[in-house]
């Protein structure tokens, strides 16, 4: 009997109408992606029963939920959909802000070596993580919480699936276009990272294991921002609380790119700390997005074209 292997293991997903409902019609998108954790999470409660013999008389399943991250290299246009449903928010002329737009898939995975398929419906994103470093691939995760998995020996897919992107994966070096805080070009900046966070819950019941709904509770987003240490003139920003800007500009230069505008931010935290010998002296920020009253988001995604 064949052992499935992980690199016979497909992501594919279709957007769904009905929470928790894989739709009848339709293809499913195959995704890009470096490494996942979806899963079927069960709670369980051991039996309190007291018997003579000291032993543990049941464990019962009182508690599930469907979640887990797929991690990712960045490239241009394969997680448009994901991008706007962590936002909440829907593409419109190529720009998407924050919203209160309920959006949620069907997730397969599919082991492709051995015949087998794990269906995850009603998953709504809960996160989305991204991480610009020097020397690495622009990386992150998309984090998803939703209603069940379920086993089958055949795909739901209908009418067949839709071919992964072929875009080449973005790097830092070669594909930051626009780095800016406060409206001027950032000297040194040698990471920058942000994590965006719904806040969401299950909603159970006690006459069933799946979740009957997903919601969603505040969006933040918070994040980092490492520099070569050269002047104290972002530190001044975080002394005085100043608030302040951060864009980011990754792809190509005149298209397939994102522009990332978090259009007010405050630090909230800057360490200066000599470590040890024989090093660049570092300044690390910490990072908090608020909402910017004149186009009322937190973070602000145009993509060209």
């Known amino acids: 009997m064949p052992v499935a292997t992980t690199n016979r293991t497909q992501l594919a997903y279709i957007a769904e109408t009905a929470w928790g409902t894989t739709p009848g019609t339709g293809s499913m998108q195959i995704v890009r992606y470096t490494g ?9 409660t051991e039996s309190a029963e007291i018997i003579a013999d000291r032993m543990t008389t049941d464990m019962v399943r009182v508690s599930g939920q469907a979640a887990g991250e797929v991690n990712y290299e960045l490239s241009y246009g394969m997680f448009d959909p994901w991008i706007e449903a962590a936002l909440g928010g829907t593409w419109t002329t ?3 802000k924050t ?12 082991f492709l070596d051995i015949t087998q398929f794990l269906a995850f419906t009603g998953q709504r994103v809960d ?3 991204m991480e610009l470093r020097q020397g690495q691939i622009a990386s992150g995760s998309f984090g998803f919480v939703g209603k069940a998995s379920n086993a089958m020996s055949a795909t739901t897919v209908r009418t067949g699936t839709t071919a ?5 994966v973005m790097a830092p070096v070669d594909s930051i276009q626009v780095l800016t805080e406060g409206g001027s070009a950032i000297a040194g900046c040698s990471g920058l990272t942000f994590n965006l966070s719904n806040s969401l819950r299950t909603l159970a019941v006690i ?8 919601n969603a509770g505040r969006q933040r987003i918070t994040g980092t921002m490492d520099m070569y240490f ?7 920003k975080f002394r005085n609380q100043t608030e302040t800007a951060i864009i980011a500009k990754i792809g190509g230069a005149a298209s397939k790119n994102y522009n990332l505008n978090f259009p007010r931010v405050k630090f909230t935290k800057a360490s200066i700390v000599a470590g040890g010998g024989d090093q660049d002296m ?3 920020f910490e990072w908090t997005a608020l909402r910017h009253a004149a186009s009322s988001t937190l973070l602000e995604v145009t993509r060209t074209p």
Do not use: H
Not at 207 to 214: A, G, K
Not at 230 to 236: E, G, L, S, V, W
């Open 127 to 129: 996160s989305w993580r």
């Open 230 to 236: 050269q002047d104290a003139t972002a530190f001044a």
């Open 282 to 284: 570092m300044v690390s």
């Open 164 to 168: 992964a992107t072929t875009d080449t």
């Open 94 to 96: 190529n720009v998407v």
């Open 99 to 110: 919203g209160a737009t309920a959006k949620s898939f069907t997730i397969e995975k599919q």
């Open 36 to 44: 996942e954790s979806l899963d079927n999470n069960y709670g369980f």
């Open 207 to 214: 006459n069933s294991i799946d979740p009957i709904e997903v």
